[in-house]
Each structure stands twice: as structure tokens, then as C-alpha cells.
């Protein structure tokens, strides 16, 4: 008899001397502050946040979507420790106007807190 076993995925931390924000469900590390772009987003589930970069996040397969801004392909995000959907990754953007988001990450203020040094 084979016994399957489903092993702990890695997990990335960030320097503790940045300021950071991380998953509110469990606390794993998600993007530096210095990461952040853009305060100005809309997520299905209220404002988000536009980041160049991320850790601990997994990507879902890329679909094409009518978003506020215009047709993008984009692809889910969640966090790789608790498997929550935080927001999406822009694959693509149809317009020239929003290839700037190409590659960037959108996480809802829903499923974000922040961490390290913001007193």
C-alpha cells in the first residue's frame, strides 16, 4: 500500500526591517512595501492594491476578463499557505494604454494586513 503525503510548500519571509503586508488568514508574507505601485484599484471585493512584485503567492491559469480599465487576460492569485484568492495577475493587457499592468499583481485590501514597523 502506497501512503500519499502532501508536503509543506516553502515559505519566503521578508526582511523583518521592511515594512510588509501579509495574508490576514494566515499571516504569510506577500509583498515589501517597496513593491507597491498603485493604492488606486478596484477588486470584485473592494480596493486593492497594485504591486510589481509578490512572494508566497501561487497563479492560476490566465483567462481573459472585461475589468473597469478594459479587456485584460488575467490569472487568479492565492496564497500559497491557506490557498486563499487574494486578487489576480495581469497576463496581458489588450489596450496600450494599460501595458504598464503587464506583469503586476493586484491584491484586495480584504485579504491583506499590514506587518513590521507601521507605527
Not at 515594512?19 to 512595501?33: D, E, F, V
Request: proline share 2%; hydrophobic share 35%; aromatic share 10%.
Amino acid at each position: 500500500m502506497v501512503r500519499m503525503t502532501r508536503s509543506k510548500t516553502f515559505q519566503a519571509y521578508l526582511p523583518s526591517c521592511h515594512r510588509t503586508y501579509s495574508c490576514i488568514h494566515c499571516r504569510a508574507h506577500l509583498a515589501n512595501h517597496d513593491e507597491l505601485i498603485s493604492k488606486s484599484f478596484q477588486g470584485s471585493q473592494g480596493r486593492a492594491y497594485l504591486f510589481n512584485s509578490v512572494v508566497n503567492v501561487g497563479c492560476g491559469p490566465a483567462e481573459e476578463r472585461v475589468l473597469l480599465t478594459g479587456l485584460h487576460a488575467v490569472a487568479d492569485i492565492y496564497c500559497e499557505n491557506c490557498k486563499t484568492t487574494l486578487g489576480w495577475k495581469y497576463e496581458h493587457a489588450f489596450e496600450s494604454s494599460q501595458k504598464y499592468k503587464e506583469g503586476k499583481v493586484i491584491i484586495e485590501l480584504a485579504h491583506m494586513i499590514k506587518d513590521n514597523g507601521w507605527d
